[in-house]
Each structure stands twice: as structure tokens, then as C-alpha cells.
Nanobody, 112 residues
Framework: QVQLVESGGGLVQAGGSLTLSCTAS?????MGWYRQAPGKQRELVAL???????NYADSVKGRFTLSRDSGKNTMYLQMNSLKPEDTAVYFC?????????WGQGTQVTVSS
């Protein structure tokens, strides 16, 4: 069974930092982070390919950095200069072929 497990969420003050981790039970061609705030649709935060190319949502460019350790099937999201509007449940996913797998999510709360 394919599993993705997120960790690293929590409560932080505005301007602070958090690092999220996503560990997968297998390798994926592409991995990404999405987030969903209360009452809103899930939205893309950042993507990374197996070759290490990254793509970020405009709202997080310059503040978030995505990286992966392919040897550990783990992806990291370094989040700096956090804002209250970054508050959401953050989900990681892995894509291979036509299938997408999701983790259970980790809560990030940024207080003003």
C-alpha cells in the first residue's frame, strides 16, 4: 500500500518559519504540496520533479523552498516569512503515471 506521511506542521507567529516533511513509501516522478484553508478549495503550493525542477504558486514565491531527498523518498517544504493567510491543512502528493496519491495532511496555523 502506497503511503505518504506529512509532518512538521504546527502553530507559529506571523513572520516565523516551519519546515514540513513528506515521506513516501515509494518513489514518484513528481511530488508536490497543496493546501486547503477552511471554506476554500485545495490549491497548489509547490511542485518538484524527479529531476529537481520546482514550480511555486505566486503567493509563496520567495518565501517557500521545496526540496527532495530521492534516496529517502522524502520531500521538504521550508516555509519562511509566514503570514496568517498561509494557515491551512497542507497535503503532500506523489504522481506516477496516471495515478496520484495523497497524504493525510498536516495543520499549519499562523497567528497574527
Amino acid at each position: 500500500q502506497v503511503q505518504l506521511v506529512e509532518s512538521g506542521g504546527g502553530l507559529v507567529q506571523a513572520g516565523g518559519s516551519l519546515t514540513l516533511s513528506c515521506t513516501a513509501s515509494r518513489s514518484f516522478n513528481g511530488m508536490g504540496w497543496y493546501r486547503q484553508a477552511p471554506g476554500k478549495q485545495r490549491e497548489l503550493v509547490a511542485l518538484i520533479t524527479v529531476g529537481g525542477m520546482t514550480n511555486y504558486a505566486d503567493s509563496v514565491k520567495g518565501r517557500f523552498t521545496l526540496s527532495r531527498d530521492s534516496g529517502k523518498n522524502t520531500m521538504y517544504l521550508q516555509m519562511n516569512s509566514l503570514k496568517p493567510e498561509d494557515t491551512a491543512v497542507y497535503f503532500c502528493n506523489g504522481v506516477t503515471g496516471s495515478r496520484t496519491y495523497w497524504g493525510q495532511g498536516t495543520q499549519v496555523t499562523v497567528s497574527s
